[in-house]
C-alpha cells in the first residue's frame, strides 16, 4: 500500500502517497524525512478528484480512486496547480475517465498542452470567483498567481468551508500515520515546513502575502493542502506561520554562516558566537556552509531576525560556497533582517569585498557597521572587532 486512503468527511477521502526514494526535491532539496503528495476526492452527487501525485507512485493511487469511487464514474478533475508533482497523473485518470471534465484556469489549459501534450478534451475554464456545482458541496476557485506557479488557484467549499490550497500551507515530510493537525506535535513538523516554504515559495513572499489575505477573509473549518498534514482543528495556526512566513517576520536570533578551508574563519565564527552569548543572544546557530545544505541554512536564516556571513578568500573571491548562500538570499529576497560580514585573506584579498557589495546592493536589511577582515589567523585587533561587531549586531536587534 503506497496510498493512505482517509475519509476526512462523508464524502471527501484524503488520497495522499508519501514519497521516501526521492533524495532531493525538484532535484535539489534534501527529503531526510520524505514528502508527501496529497489528493482529495469528493463523492457528491457529482464526483471530482482535486489534483493528483507524482507518476512514480501511479499504481496505488489510481487503485484508491477506484476504490473510493466504487464503481462510479469520475466527472471532474479539478487541477490547482501543474507542477509534475501534483499533475503527473492526469494523463493517467484522464485514460481511465476519458469522459472527465478537466478544471481549471486559463492559464492551466496552456499550461497542459506544453506539459503533458494531450488532447485535452472536456474542460471547464474557471476565472477567480466562479463556482463548480458538485451537488452538496460547491467549490468556488480564486487565483493565486505565482504562489508559486502562474497558474497556481485555490478552491474554497462553502458547505463545510474547507480550502483546498494547492502548495501554500504545505510541508516537507512525509506523513507518519499523521493525516491532520490534532494528531501530530506542530513543533515535529514546522522545521520542515519552514524549510518547504523558504525555499519553493519564498522568492514569491509578495504574492503569497496577497494570496494570505484572500484566504484570511475566509472562514475556514478545514485546510486541505497537497504536501503535508491536513488543518482540521486549528486551521488559523498554519494560517498565521504562513503569514509570518510572507512577511519574514523573525526572532531574536542569529544564524552565523560561514566558508572555511583550513580554520581562520571557523575560528572567527566561533569567537562571534560566543561574543553574541555574552551579549545576551540565546539563539545562535553557526553553520559550515560546506557541511550544512543552503535550504537548512536558509530556513534558519528565515526564523532568526540576525545574519552574519563570514568567507575566507578563494581564487580573489567568495568561497564557492558563501556564493551559493548570497545567491539563494538574493533570489528569495532577504527582507527584514540584520546582516553582518567577516572574513580572512592571504594576500591581495577579494572575499569582504564582495560580502560588503552584497551588503551594500541593498535589500531591506540593516547592516552592522563594523566588518572584520583578517589577514591569515586572527591577531587582537581581530578579536577587538569581533567584540564590536557583536555588541553592535545585539543592539540593533534588541532596539526592536
Ligand atoms: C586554494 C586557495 C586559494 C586562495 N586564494 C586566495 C586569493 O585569491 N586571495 C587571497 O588573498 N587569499 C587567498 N587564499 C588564502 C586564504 O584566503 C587565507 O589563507 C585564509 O585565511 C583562509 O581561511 P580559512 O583558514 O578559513 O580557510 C587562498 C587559499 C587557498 C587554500
Not at 495522499?16 to 476526492?41: I, K, Q
Not at 504562489?147 to 501554500?168: A, C, G, N, R
Not at 540576525?306 to 533570489?331: A, D, E, H
Not at 551588503?359 to 572584520?372: D, H, I, K, L, Y
Request: charged fraction near 25%; hydrophobic fraction near 35%.
Amino acid at each position: 500500500m503506497n496510498t493512505v486512503s482517509v475519509e476526512i468527511l462523508k464524502d471527501l477521502y484524503y488520497m495522499g502517497v508519501n514519497d521516501r526514494e526521492t533524495n532531493l526535491f525538484e532535484n535539489m532539496w534534501p527529503l531526510p524525512e520524505g514528502v508527501a503528495y496529497n489528493s482529495y476526492l469528493i463523492t457528491d452527487e457529482k464526483t471530482a478528484l482535486l489534483d493528483t501525485v507524482k507518476i512514480t507512485k501511479v499504481d496505488g493511487f489510481i487503485d484508491s480512486l477506484k476504490d473510493n469511487l466504487g464503481g462510479r464514474n469520475l466527472d471532474y478533475l479539478v487541477v490547482h496547480h501543474m507542477e509534475p508533482d501534483h499533475s503527473g497523473c492526469i494523463k493517467t485518470v484522464r485514460d481511465l475517465y476519458p469522459e472527465v471534465t478537466i478544471v481549471g484556469n486559463k492559464k492551466t489549459k496552456s499550461m497542459m498542452s506544453d506539459y503533458l501534450d494531450i488532447e485535452i478534451g472536456n474542460f471547464v475554464e474557471v476565472k477567480d470567483g466562479d463556482t463548480l456545482d458538485l451537488g452538496n458541496r460547491k467549490l468556488t476557485f480564486v487565483n493565486t498567481p505565482m504562489v508559486h506557479w502562474p497558474e497556481s488557484m485555490v478552491s474554497y467549499e462553502s458547505t463545510d468551508k474547507i480550502l483546498f490550497s494547492q502548495d501554500i500551507f504545505g510541508g516537507f515530510g512525509a506523513l507518519n500515520g499523521t493525516i491532520f493537525d490534532d494528531e501530530m506535535n506542530f513543533e515535529f513538523f514546522q522545521d520542515e515546513m519552514r524549510r518547504y516554504y523558504s525555499n519553493i515559495v519564498g522568492k514569491y513572499s509578495k504574492q503569497a502575502a496577497k494570496a494570505l489575505q484572500k484566504v484570511k477573509a475566509l472562514d475556514i473549518n478545514i485546510i486541505c493542502p497537497v504536501h503535508g498534514i491536513v488543518w482540521r482543528t486549528n486551521p488559523d495556526r498554519i494560517v498565521d506561520e504562513y503569514i509570518k512566513y510572507a512577511n519574514q517576520v523573525n526572532e531574536e536570533g542569529v544564524v552565523i554562516a560561514y566558508g572555511s578551508m583550513y580554520g581562520n574563519t571557523e575560528k572567527m565564527a566561533d569567537y562571534l558566537a560566543r561574543f553574541l552569548a555574552e551579549e545576551g543572544i540565546k539563539n545562535v546557530k553557526v553553520f559550515d556552509v560546506s557541511k550544512t545544505h543552503v535550504s537548512y541554512i536558509l530556513s534558519e536564516i528565515w526564523k532568526y531576525k540576525g545574519v552574519i556571513i563570514g568567507s575566507c578568500t578563494y581564487n580573489n573571491s567568495v568561497y564557492p560556497n558563501v556564493n551559493q548562500l548570497l545567491y539563494t538570499l538574493k533570489m528569495n529576497k532577504l527582507n527584514n533582517h540584520v546582516l553582518g560580514i567577516f572574513g580572512s585573506y592571504g594576500w591581495s584579498g577579494g572575499a569582504v569585498k564582495e560580502l560588503s557589495e552584497f551588503a551594500s546592493e541593498g535589500g531591506n536589511f540593516e547592516v552592522v557597521p563594523t566588518v572584520v577582515e583578517t589577514k591569515g589567523t586572527m591577531k587582537e585587533d581581530d578579536v577587538e572587532g569581533l567584540k564590536k561587531m557583536a555588541k553592535e549586531m545585539a543592539g540593533l536587534l534588541k532596539a526592536e
